[in-house]
């Protein structure tokens, strides 16, 4: 891959990851059941998005669930329940 390339990647990647960090505080939903090693989220829990981080390349979203537990989920495996999602989809 181009150096070109890559520093475009990672500019769309900071861009996307910008829209994350802007969302700390929003309530969002799990889109699919997710595994981990603390457990099992079900389809269509709630939570409360902590933060965000970048891990070897994988964007990944730290979410306090209503169940009680805090777990790391990928970005596509959540949808966001507040009004900044409708102004964050429109940019």
Known sequence: ISVALRLT?????????????????TRCRATTAVRSHRGFINKSTEGTIQHDLDNL?????SVQWDIGTIDYVFPSEIEILDDKAAELSTL
Do not use: P
């Open 57 to 61: 390349g994988r964007r990944l979203i």
């Open 9 to 25: 990647e990672r500019r769309r990647r900071k861009e996307a990851n910008d829209d994350y960090r802007n969302l700390t505080g």
